[in-house]
């Protein structure tokens, strides 16, 4: 199964602005529709349909998309195991990130609205730091995984969600690892300011992938199907503007992987002014050139080590078991052969198989009984 085809240089339309013409620098052909579903079979996992990444740059706002995206392919339901919150160093991230929240805009006692909760560990968190009352809503909740205490008062909904959620009121609307997921971006985030309304005083907090590293770095494995919308500080605050938002701040996170948006409903035309790293244009379009230069030579980099390992006899298995090694993996092709197991630190996760390579899954005490000759980190700043 393939996605809709885009061809090279069409005039589609950019989802955040409406610019016609996006400019595509990045192809891959017959990549997993989904990379973090629960796979029980090596069979399924081979077999699991398959799409186009076609990735383009509008010039005029600064945003990276996958015009080939078919949103009719994703299946997010009670298998997708999007969670991070077995991992401490990412816990203490969360945490931070939470309390941070919490100082800035004085949310105690508040009612705080997550949009694509997971499996709910952050708003459960913001509830019990602040005391505040939470509602979350995600189609992949899965209510026998709710991390909520009996005092903490934070009630999950299994659904998207829509301009039907607009009579929730919410002094904290949080969104993160979500956006990228939504193809028409621009209608999205007016919905949101939508379902707002005349509540000036609401906060809004995103938190997306940092599109800017990912060019920089040549990060092919951070590119896949899931993820059809990119952005740059000033792309998404150029996005929210347009939307009908103030933005309070833009910023980075997390060894710089993730963009931190905060905003607050503009009440006529945005005031506020922007930022000087909002002025990325031009930094964008070199790094859409030296990504579109450099990774297929970034590619047969990893290809021609992963042989040489294999033909040394060394052992070779991943560290990391979520979309960045489904990215990798599949990009390698053939010689992705070389990796024999992925481990990951998520129990959930062990004893099942990657999208499209069907490499299996397992849990860090197999390194003990097989110890690897080579580890390959997935996300660094987890070395």
Not at 62 to 70: K, R
Not at 108 to 134: D, H, M, P, S, W
Not at 309 to 331: M, P
């Amino acid at each position: 199964m393939s996605a809709r085809r885009a061809p090279t240089g069409a005039a589609s339309a950019c989802p955040s602005c409406r610019t016609a013409g996006p400019a595509v620098f990045y192809v891959q052909n017959e990549v997993p529709v989904h990379s973090v579903l629960l796979m029980p079979t090596r069979e399924e996992a081979i077999g699991y349909p398959r799409g186009e990444i076609r990735l383009g740059f509008c010039r005029a706002c600064g945003f990276i998309g996958n015009l080939a995206a078919d949103p009719a392919l994703h299946e997010y339901s009670g298998r997708y195991e999007e969670t991070q919150g077995f991992s401490a160093t990412f816990n203490a991230f969360a945490r931070r990130l939470a309390e941070g929240l919490i100082e800035r805009h004085g949310i105690r006692g508040k009612r705080v609205l997550e949009i694509g909760c997971g499996k709910g560990e952050f708003l459960t968190l913001l509830c019990a730091l602040g005391g505040n009352r939470g509602i979350g809503f995600d189609p992949a909740y899965v209510p026998a995984r709710n991390p909520a205490p009996p005092d903490v008062d934070v009630t999950f909904v299994a659904d998207f969600y829509s301009d039907q959620y607009a009579g929730i009121p919410a002094d904290l609307v949080v969104c993160k690892m979500t956006l990228e997921h939504i193809g028409d971006t621009l209608e999205f985030m007016r919905m949101v300011r939508r379902t707002i309304g005349d509540r000036p005083e609401t906060i809004v907090f995103f938190q997306v992938p940092n599109a800017v590293r990912i060019l920089h770095e040549v990060a092919f494995w951070d590119v896949y199907y899931e993820h059809c919308s990119y952005f740059s500080p000033g792309s998404i605050a150029r996005l929210f503007r347009r939307a009908g938002f103030e933005v309070l701040d833009v910023g980075t996170d997390f060894d710089d992987q993730y963009l931190l948006v905060e905003a607050c409903p503009a009440s006529g035309r945005p005031t506020l002014p922007s930022r000087p790293e909002e002025a990325d244009l031009g930094t964008l379009a070199r790094g859409v050139a030296w990504f579109r230069e450099q990774w297929p030579l970034r590619v047969e980099h990893w290809r021609d080590l992963l042989r040489r390992a294999k033909a040394e006899g060394r052992r070779t298995v991943i560290w990391g078991g979520g979309s960045k090694a489904v990215a990798f993996l599949n990009a390698i092709g053939p010689d992705a052969d070389a990796v024999l197991q992925v481990v990951d630190v998520n129990p959930y996760k062990h004893g099942t198989f990657l999208a499209g390579t069907g490499h299996e899954i397992v849990g860090p005490d197999v390194l003990r009984e097989h110890a690897p000759d080579t580890v390959i980190v997935m996300n660094g700043i987890y070395r």
